[in-house]
């Protein structure tokens, strides 16, 4: 399957959707740049990777979809890279609005404010309903061109780690440590990525990078998330400058005894919650149970679908099964007392029977002399 047959793919099981809800266009809509921590829903459908500050896509159920962008200096890239043939600055949105009959579904309703809302809804004359879980029922299993992009992906994401293990030092701040990983992967073809990068003896949490210097002893953790073809995939890793205190080996330990759980226990079928469970039980086995929780640790991963979160995490309530090509991310990842924060964590594809990991990156410790 090439790119304009998924394309043509998508847009023919959207409007499935849409018969099956009595729903006569839809309006797919994205603020600001295209973006892992959230839903990436005109992307996914037009194959465009937005870097205005609004764009909406038009669907009608029989003619051909609409996309209206800004700003109108981006529209030329719009009509060359996506497969919508027609483009349209934002602002021709408002006139095609009143002229919409029938039942309108809204996709991407957390992303707008509140005013944008109140005048579609002005405009349209009465309010759209949410129809976001037809593209994130969608988006959760993956295709065969999908899933090539996502190994790809992960390749770059194994080079990343390998340029930040080959290149890191003591001395560097932590900005310069992300800049490694990111310019290897923007190198081999990465569109966008996702990067917190820190270093310390005892860190707190991830963030994003500062102008910390790294020391020998420091613990470096990560999580680099890059993108191809729309699609993110991320990958945890915990590195150490200099010979690592035996207490980090000892903890680390865990949280790879935890990956390895977690990894038996996302078996095709079973609930996204069993994932969750067989990491918890690990940490709650060593004493760690309170750490199991807020603010410590949220989730012990998530859904990869056109974005960060489809088709959920991978926490204790989430009975959603897990089905072939769905995709996650699942990382153990946790503070401990004694050591501060470390990372470990995989993309997953779910196969007839089990989890396959698409990284090859080792899942040790990785010290640097």
Same mark, same amino acid.
Not at 176 to 202: C, K, P, T
Not at 261 to 268: I, K, Q, S
Not at 305 to 323: H, I, K, R, V, Y
């Given at each position: 399957?090439?790119?304009?047959?998924?394309?043509?793919?998508?847009?023919?099981?959207?409007?499935?959707?849409?018969?099956?809800?009595?729903?006569?266009?839809?309006?797919?809509?994205?603020?600001?740049?295209?973006?892992?921590?959230?839903?990436?829903?005109? &992307?996914?459908?037009?194959?465009?990777?937005?870097?205005?500050?609004?764009?909406?896509?038009?669907?009608?159920?029989?003619?051909?979809?609409?996309?209206?962008?800004?700003?109108?200096?981006?529209? #030329?890239? &719009?009509?060359?890279?996506?497969?919508?043939?027609?483009?349209?600055?934002?602002?021709?949105?408002?006139?095609?609005? #009143?002229?919409?009959?029938?039942?309108?579904?809204?996709?991407?309703?957390?992303?707008?404010?509140?005013?944008?809302?109140?005048?579609?809804?002005?405009?349209?004359?009465?309010?759209?309903?949410? &129809?976001?879980?037809?593209?994130?029922?969608?988006?959760?299993?993956?295709?065969?061109?999908?899933?090539?992009?996502?190994?790809?992906?992960?390749?770059?994401?194994?080079?990343?780690?390998?340029?930040?293990?080959?290149?890191?030092?003591?001395?560097?701040?932590?900005?310069?440590? &992300?800049?490694?990983?990111?310019?290897?992967?923007?190198?081999?073809?990465?569109?966008?990525?996702?990067?917190?990068?820190?270093?310390?003896?005892?860190?707190?949490?991830?963030?994003?990078?500062?102008?910390?210097?790294?020391?020998?002893?420091?613990?470096?953790?990560?999580?680099?998330?890059?993108?191809?073809?729309?699609?993110?995939?991320?990958?945890?890793?915990?590195?150490?400058?200099?010979?690592?205190? #035996?207490?980090?080996?000892?903890?680390?330990?865990?949280?790879?005894?935890?990956?390895?759980?977690?990894?038996?226990?996302?078996?095709?079928?079973?609930?996204?919650?069993?994932?969750?469970?067989?990491?918890?039980?690990?940490?709650?086995?060593?004493?760690?149970?309170?750490?199991?929780?807020?603010?410590?640790?949220?989730?012990?991963?998530?859904?990869?679908?056109?974005?960060?979160?489809?088709?959920?995490?991978?926490?204790?309530?989430?009975?959603?099964?897990?089905?072939?090509?769905?995709?996650?991310?699942?990382?153990?990842?946790?503070?401990?007392?004694?050591?501060?924060?470390?990372?470990?964590?995989?993309?997953?594809?779910?196969?007839?029977?089990?989890?396959?990991?698409?990284?090859?990156?080792?899942?040790?410790?990785?010290?640097?002399?």
């Amino acid at each position: 399957m090439d790119a304009q047959q998924e394309f043509d793919r998508r847009l023919s099981r959207v409007r499935q959707s849409m018969r099956d809800k009595g729903l006569q266009t839809l309006l797919v809509y994205e603020g600001g740049r295209h973006n892992f921590l959230r839903m990436n829903y005109v &992307a996914y459908l037009t194959d465009f990777i937005s870097v205005g500050p609004e764009t909406m896509l038009v669907v009608p159920l029989e003619d051909a979809p609409v996309l209206y962008l800004s700003p109108l200096w981006d529209i #030329p890239r &719009a009509q060359e890279e996506s497969f919508v043939r027609e483009v349209r600055p934002f602002k021709e949105f408002w006139s095609r609005l #009143p002229g919409v009959s029938g039942n309108v579904g809204l996709i991407g309703r957390e992303a707008m404010s509140v005013g944008l809302h109140e005048q579609i809804t002005k405009t349209l004359g009465r309010t759209a309903v949410n &129809a976001k879980d037809i593209i994130e029922n969608m988006a959760g299993s993956k295709t065969s061109l999908e899933l090539e992009r996502l190994r790809r992906a992960a390749e770059i994401a194994d080079a990343g780690v390998k340029a930040l293990h080959d290149d890191a030092r003591p001395g560097l701040k932590e900005y310069e440590l &992300a800049a490694i990983g990111e310019y290897r992967m923007r190198s081999l073809g990465a569109e966008d990525n996702f990067g917190m990068v820190v270093a310390n003896h005892h860190n707190q949490a991830l963030h994003p990078p500062t102008d910390r210097v790294t020391q020998k002893g420091d613990i470096i953790i990560g999580e680099i998330t890059p993108c191809i073809g729309g699609l993110f995939v991320q990958i945890c890793r915990t590195m150490v400058l200099g010979e690592p205190a #035996p207490v980090v080996r000892e903890k680390y330990a865990i949280l790879k005894k935890a990956m390895g759980l977690g990894m038996e226990a996302a078996t095709t079928g079973a609930p996204a919650s069993a994932v969750a469970a067989a990491i918890n039980d690990t940490f709650i086995e060593y004493g760690y149970e309170q750490y199991c929780r807020p603010p410590f640790m949220r989730v012990r991963g998530h859904g990869l679908g056109c974005g960060s979160f489809a088709p959920g995490s991978l926490d204790d309530a989430n009975q959603t099964s897990l089905e072939e090509g769905m995709t996650y991310i699942i990382h153990p990842n946790q503070y401990l007392p004694e050591t501060g924060y470390l990372t470990l964590g995989d993309t997953v594809v779910m196969t007839k029977t089990k989890a396959e990991s698409l990284m090859k990156s080792s899942w040790e410790l990785f010290i640097k002399e």
